[in-house]
């Protein structure tokens, strides 16, 4: 009954399955609660990178020059690029940190894709 990290990598995988299989994607309302108060930067490992790669991954359909870091849960230069892609577009410091401010403009943004495939 406790929903460690193994219990949300399971699920996470179980939910990109399903988007493998057509399903819509799904509002991500764990989201933006900031992942254990720290920032994610190069060499970051976990579920929350996993995380940050998957949502960077949804919305390279919208900004067509990200380019989407592989899900391997590991922030190396991929996805180091990919945020610093994400904050120039948004009027960030581009400097490649995921910290709360982008974290929550990245879900934000994800949040009102997922929105607008709900009114199609």
Do not use: C, K
């Amino acid at each position: 009954g406790i929903a460690d990290q193994r219990t949300w990598e399971l699920l996470f995988n179980a939910y990109r399955a399903s988007l493998a299989l057509g399903a819509l994607p799904v509002s991500v309302e764990i989201f933006p609660i900031y992942p254990q108060g720290s920032v994610l930067t190069l060499g970051s490992r976990g579920f929350a990178v996993t995380t940050l790669q998957y949502l960077l991954q949804e919305l390279e359909h919208t900004y067509g020059e990200l380019i989407a870091p592989p899900m391997d849960g590991i922030y190396g230069e991929q996805t180091q690029s990919a945020v610093r892609a994400f904050q120039l577009r948004n009027a960030l410091p581009p400097d490649g940190i995921a910290d709360l401010l982008t974290w929550n403009r990245i879900v934000d943004q994800y949040n009102t894709l997922f929105r607008s495939y709900q009114a199609e």
